[in-house]
């Protein structure tokens, strides 16, 4: 972590907190309360790595400090590099099905029940970083793992109900949108990592080739799944200004985890995942109706404690040995 003021720490956690809260109010708002026309989400997702490849374009050419630069830098890493292309297709496709599994879920699942649920990412990134990174998990870490599950668990038990959503939902088929999602994410993520670290390529180069790909994937469902109504309606049938606000939240929020990432750590985003999970809930319940039962809430405060526990830092018990010997040794000396 690169050395900050706690005031930008604050910011970071803060501005994290809100994006992540709002992008799932707002997005369920658009498809379950708005009267409006309904917008289709594959279109969304589509713009969404458009904007993504334009932002990361922009702070490209900050990076490199020169346009002459910057074009060198995407001739070199994308027209002469097609392998590279191909190899971040894999987490492009990954992320696409994870970003319009969020829609399907948000359709059927209010967005308090959502955020709780959505923790199950951590248990799967943690099983893909054991198995494709090589890492390892404290005790600690396995027991808040499990916390988290059973916290899930309670919440699906008898999920809360919004008084003031009219359109009929399915939960079953949200929770199995939610299920596919957390796979996606902790797969795409650590594969991406590990694409990272595999060379000195930069972050925004690798976002880049990332998000052609995307475009290419998300284009492609646009017209394999929504294709004869979208012809029909047009692209941006049913957009409203909360339909781009969410679309502005999924592009912004995506690219400020990697700022959030590096100069923050994991006890912050724990804080920031419990307050998401409190404002979502607060929100849900003024604007949905949501009903908070007793296993909701018992459910929602496992998850967020499991993600403070998971957050903290494994101890160092590297000197434990050598305490040990050397009190051995104290020893024999008194006795010698």
Same mark, same amino acid.
């Given at each position: 972590?690169?050395?900050?003021?706690?005031?930008?720490?604050?910011?970071?956690?803060?501005?994290?907190?809100?994006?992540?809260?709002?992008? =799932?109010?707002?997005?369920?708002?658009? +498809?379950?309360?708005?009267?409006?026309?309904?917008? %289709?989400?594959?279109?969304?997702?589509? &713009?969404?790595?458009? *904007?993504?490849?334009?932002?990361?374009?922009?702070?490209?050419?900050?990076?490199?400090?020169? %346009?002459? +630069?910057?074009?060198?830098?995407?001739?070199?890493?994308?027209?002469?590099?097609?392998?590279?292309?191909?190899?971040?297709?894999?987490?492009?496709?990954?992320?696409?099905?994870?970003?319009?599994?969020?829609?399907?879920?948000?359709?059927?699942?209010?967005?308090?029940?959502?955020?709780? =649920?959505?923790?199950?990412?951590?248990?799967?990134?943690?099983?893909?970083?054991?198995?494709?990174?090589? +890492?390892?998990?404290?005790?600690?870490? /396995?027991?808040?793992? $499990?916390?988290?599950?059973?916290?899930?668990?309670?919440?699906? /038990?008898?999920?809360?109900?919004?008084?003031?959503?009219?359109?009929?939902?399915?939960? $079953?088929?949200?929770?199995?949108?939610?299920?596919?999602?957390?796979?996606?994410?902790?797969?795409?993520?650590?594969?991406?990592?590990?694409?990272?670290?595999?060379?000195?390529?930069?972050?925004?180069?690798?976002? *880049?080739?990332?998000?052609?790909?995307?475009?290419?994937?998300?284009?492609?469902?646009?017209?394999?799944?929504?294709?004869?109504?979208?012809?029909?309606?047009?692209? $941006?049938?049913?957009?409203?200004? /909360?339909?781009?606000?969410?679309?502005?939240?999924?592009?912004?929020?995506?690219?400020?985890?990697?700022?959030?990432?590096?100069?923050?750590?994991? &006890?912050?985003?724990?804080?920031?995942?419990?307050?998401?999970?409190?404002?979502?809930?607060?929100?849900?319940?003024?604007? %949905?109706?949501?009903? &908070? =039962?007793?296993?909701?809430?018992?459910?929602?405060?496992?998850?967020?404690?499991? *993600?403070?526990?998971?957050?903290?830092?494994?101890?160092?018990?590297?000197?434990?040995? +050598?305490? !040990?010997? !050397?009190?051995?040794?104290?020893?024999?000396?008194?006795?010698?």
């Amino acid at each position: 972590l690169e050395p900050v003021s706690v005031m930008f720490k604050v910011y970071c956690l803060s501005v994290m907190t809100l994006v992540a809260a709002t992008y =799932t109010v707002v997005l369920r708002y658009t +498809r379950t309360v708005s009267s409006t026309a309904m917008y %289709f989400s594959t279109t969304a997702v589509c &713009i969404t790595e458009v *904007i993504k490849l334009f932002l990361s374009l922009g702070m490209l050419t900050k990076e490199t400090g020169s %346009f002459g +630069r910057l074009k060198a830098s995407i001739v070199e890493h994308v027209f002469w590099s097609p392998k590279d292309l191909l190899k971040l297709s894999v987490p492009s496709v990954v992320y696409a099905v994870q970003n319009n599994m969020a829609f399907i879920a948000l359709s059927n699942l209010d967005a308090a029940v959502y955020q709780v =649920t959505y923790q199950l990412k951590i248990p799967c990134t943690a099983l893909c970083m054991v198995l494709m990174l090589n +890492r390892s998990l404290s005790r600690l870490q /396995w027991f808040s793992v $499990f916390m988290l599950c059973l916290g899930v668990t309670l919440v699906q /038990w008898k999920p809360a109900e919004a008084t003031k959503v009219q359109v009929e939902q399915n939960p $079953f088929l949200g929770f199995m949108a939610i299920a596919v999602a957390v796979l996606c994410s902790g797969f795409a993520g650590v594969y991406f990592e590990k694409v990272l670290k595999s060379s000195d390529t930069s972050l925004w180069v690798r976002n *880049i080739q990332m998000y052609l790909s995307g475009i290419v994937v998300t284009l492609a469902g646009v017209y394999m799944t929504e294709g004869a109504q979208v012809i029909e309606n047009g692209f $941006f049938y049913g957009y409203t200004p /909360w339909v781009c606000f969410v679309v502005f939240l999924a592009s912004v929020g995506g690219l400020y985890t990697s700022v959030v990432v590096k100069y923050t750590d994991n &006890i912050m985003k724990g804080f920031s995942a419990a307050a998401a999970i409190v404002l979502s809930t607060v929100a849900s319940v003024t604007l %949905f109706g949501l009903q &908070i =039962t007793a296993t909701f809430a018992c459910g929602a405060m496992l998850v967020c404690v499991s *993600i403070y526990l998971y957050g903290l830092p494994k101890q160092d018990t590297t000197k434990l040995p +050598r305490a !040990d010997t !050397d009190k051995e040794a104290r020893q024999k000396l008194i006795t010698v």
